[in-house]
């Protein structure tokens, strides 16, 4: 046991959790006041102690089904499992009539007697027999092989796609309008859709995690849990998030706005007073007959900068781009102004598609879809982008202003027109360059970052959450 | 760690009696919060509770406290909080008197040499010591709940204070001494998680993240809570507030939101939900502007596949 705690918590740090001693030894104390066979117990006592955010909990899910997963010859791959095999039983038991002579187990069915009972599970919300029919499926579909190095998703995929969820949804909507007379309200169909998509999802779920566990079978928990390891959200790498992960990270942007906009209120109210302010004290020294009893302090004005965002959009950087602006619009309170323009190789200010609207998500969708910004090939062309934006509104640019420039600085071989970053930084208060490509790509193939890092106040690597939010905290 | 206080008999038998009882404070736990619940107790560890808000984490607490019957002692946290409003303070009004009262008496006696630390180890006794919420918890004969709610409140500095009493269960007073609990009690720190908090307090403390209930769970707290209300509307009740749930919102709808939404319905006499009386009624649910017209969008028009 002690060997198996010690692998897991080993395997947790190396999946980025913080885990300190304290709260390893706080682990080990924890389960043994924890029957160990309630095994939702033992995970919630385990969390309890080693998972201290909230963000990390999906990390340890996933390493926690690994690691203690159920394990014997009943869940190899090339068995079909014994308690699938009774749960179909009682199942065809249920379906009463239908049952067919012979045929005991799931493995007698068609494919479509399958969806069949898999339809019926979903209408009542069948826990057991849903998880059951996610056995069968993936012994069925999935086509696995010991020792096959293929990743989990390949089996998924194949798996999902046998099931059919899009039309097993669609059959559920129409048996739902059926069952009610005089069909369902707007409202009831709404709710009755949300329904049966949760319930779909947790066949996705229950599907994946029987995969996992065959596949930990297999090739032993170790092995597993390398190939399953993903970064933390606050690490996950812009330019190379999956959608599923993009859609975690848009809605971790929204708390960490207000995490920024507190943190940055707070040291404004907390900042140092000023030197003494001369004028005020004599002016309030009248009231105590001329005694300057009172002195007054200048205050610090805080800084408001207006923060013009220029971002290459074009394919290789859009991911990023997109926070960025997504981010600097949302804690937009913190600055007086916020103008953005995008590139690729024209240029384009999309402020306007910013304004007046709540959601942020689809202003940004119009700025993909609607701002002008080829000029010929759709290739990225900082060099031209740069001169047109210098030409049409550096005259705008004051001592208040910040330019943030984002890009990979991938210029395809054109020329660089460098100079316009060194006028901007002559002209505004501040010129950043953030490119969202680990450092160590700087300044290889068509990257010239360097050449307009020199006329910059700073560039700064920004892959992921922590240094995105370290860099906003950086400007204000 | 020397920890100077033991873990005393343990208060629950076991997980499913935490959630017994707390069930019978009308408090709905599931299977993780009782968990937590029960180690805290059997480890002598303070709860750190984060989550959204509204979704129960200064009521678990409370519903705690109900149920072992023990005192609530509650320290509110916010911006400023000192060690003099938390800890403890000394009554220097009360000191001031009881010096004018010995000089006094000295005048009478004349020999001020010889009292002067008979004065000082006086003014510095207990009786002349304020103690604050958390001195208050720690010497507390009989048992007690503490309960420091948002905890993310104060600066980061000041969680410091917070830290001896959370890991040793002590306060060291530099004039007194240390006082040390008469017992452990039970420590819940809620936090609404607007920053993040020191490694030094999370390591101290297990963690307990209260989401948004599953829809059985939200359906039950709402019949309990709401006895009026129906079985039927309850259920639609609780799917509507999924459903809105699962949009873009600035902010979510919460559990005692969900509370005051069924509370009106009943008031109201609405009996079934049609898109109509959900968004007449919308406003009790959602707090923002932007976010009632998009929800009443969402609502009225079904997406049709």
Redo the contacts between chains.
Sequence with gaps: MLDVLTGFIGELRSAGL?V?L??NL?AM??VQ??PIE?R??FK??L???L????SH?RTFETVFDVYFSLRGPQWSIEDTDAQAEAAADQAQARMGGEQRPGGGAMEGLSQEELAEILFKAMMRDDQAMMRAISREAVTRYAGMEPGRPVGGTYYLYRTLRNLDLEGL??RL?EAAKEEVQGGL???E???M???YELRIDQLRKEVEAEIRRRLVADRGAEAMAKTLRKPLPENVDFMHATREELAQLRKAI??LT??LA??LA?KRR?GRKGPLDFRSTVRHSLSYGGVPAEPKFKYPRPAKPEIVVVADISGSVAAFARFTLHLVHAISSQFSRVRSFVFVDGIDEVTRYFEGI??I?EAIHKVNTEADVIWVDGHSDYGHAFEVFWERWGREMNPKTSVLLLGDARNNYHASQAWVVKELRKKARHVYWLNPEPRSYWDTGDSIVSEYASHCDGVFECRNLKQLEGFVEHLA | ?SQTATVGTPRFPG?PDVRQGLRSVDYLAD??IA??V??AD??G?P??I??PAGTGKTELAKSVARMTGARLIRLQCY?GLDESKALYEWNYKKQLLRIQAQRVMDEKAAESDQTWTGIEDDIFSEDFLLTRPLLEAIRAEEPVVLLIDEVDRV?VETEALLLEILSDYQVSIPELGTVTAAQIPLVFLTSN????LS?AL????????L?YPDLEREKEIVLTRVPEVEDQLAD?IV??V??LR?L?L?KHPSVSETLDWARTLVLLGINS???EE?TATLHILLKYQ?DIQ?AAK??????S?
């Design positions: 913080p300190s304290t709260e706080d104390e924890a006041h924890i309630d939702d117990a919630y006592a969390a309890a102690t998972v201290k955010s909230n909990w949804m669609a909507m309200t707007p409202l169909e709404r709710l859709r949300d329904e929204q708390p207000r995490k507190v943190r707070r907390h709540e959601d998500t | 760690m997980v299977d993780g968990g937590v029960y180690l059997r480890l560890k709860v750190l984060e989550g911006e600066e998680n607007t920053r993040e490694e999370k390591r101290r403390c297990l963690y307990l993240h989401d639609q799917r509507i999924r459903s699962a873009e600035k939900i049609g898109a959900a932007s998009k969402e609502l009225s028009v079904a997406q596949a």
